[in-house]
């Protein structure tokens, strides 16, 4: 399968703990998005990349939130200090330049 | 999974009629519109896209109408299958080359009754 690939599928953890998504594109993709979707909601966008340089940040991305593209291959976004109302599905997608944005299956995360 | 389309607007066909979904968007500026199928517990999956230079694009056995004048887009899908059931999405975008960023809709719950 060569789609977009998130890890992983399901978190659950406690509120105040690190967690960390990861995201491996489709491989000839050079741009990489994050968005997040809520219960009922349509996906809202995060962040985006070309290649390594991340060149737009939401504002719903908060200073406990932090995403990367180390080798503009694959990406990571951590989220600090989790809340509760951080529980959502993060998504992750990928495009050429002016192709579609293609997203992977998301992380789902619980925060208790 | 996870339950996506919880508090949705709810289309009910039945097996073999046609859909039509609606979507009205809010920026005249937005020049590409795309539809996405989620089913419950997966990410969006690309359906159809079209530009705002066309009113209208085939795909297979679904069909998008834009109407630029009153900020409206379709989603037709002919003769309705049981696994066409999901939440589907219209999502806008300035430019694609402005880095893809879209903006979502709120989605509409597709119920096919066999």
């Known amino acids: 399968d060569t789609g977009v690939s998130q890890d992983p599928r399901h978190k659950i953890t406690k509120r105040g703990q690190n967690v960390t998504f990861r995201c491996d594109p489709i491989s000839e993709h050079n741009r990489l998005y994050w968005y997040r979707q809520t219960l009922g909601q349509g996906p809202e966008f995060l962040t985006y990349f070309q290649n390594e340089a991340q060149l737009e940040k939401s504002r719903l991305l908060s200073d406990r939130f932090s995403a990367e593209r180390p080798k503009g291959s694959f990406s990571t976004l951590e989220i600090q200090r989790t809340e509760q109302g951080d529980s959502a599905m993060y998504l992750c997608?990928?495009?050429?330049?002016?192709?579609?944005?293609?997203f992977g299956e998301g992380s789902r995360l619980t925060v208790l | 999974g996870e339950n996506v389309g919880l508090h949705l607007p709810t289309l009910s066909v039945q097996e073999g009629d046609n859909s039509i979904i609606n979507c009205a968007y809010s920026n005249s500026a937005s020049d590409y519109f795309i539809w996405y199928k989620q089913e419950s517990g997966k990410g969006p999956q690309f359906i159809i896209d079209i530009r705002s230079n066309m009113d209208k694009r085939q795909g297979q056995r679904v069909t998008v109408l834009l109407n630029k004048t009153v900020k409206h887009l379709s989603l037709q899908i002919a003769a309705t299958q049981p696994g066409d059931s999901a939440v589907y999405f219209c999502?806008?975008?300035?430019?694609?080359?402005?880095?893809?960023?879209?903006?979502f809709g709120g989605g509409t719950r597709l119920m096919v009754k066999p």
């Open positions: 997608a990928s495009s050429s330049d002016i192709g579609v944005a293609f």
């Open positions: 999502a806008e975008n300035i430019s694609p080359g402005a880095g893809n960023m879209l903006t």
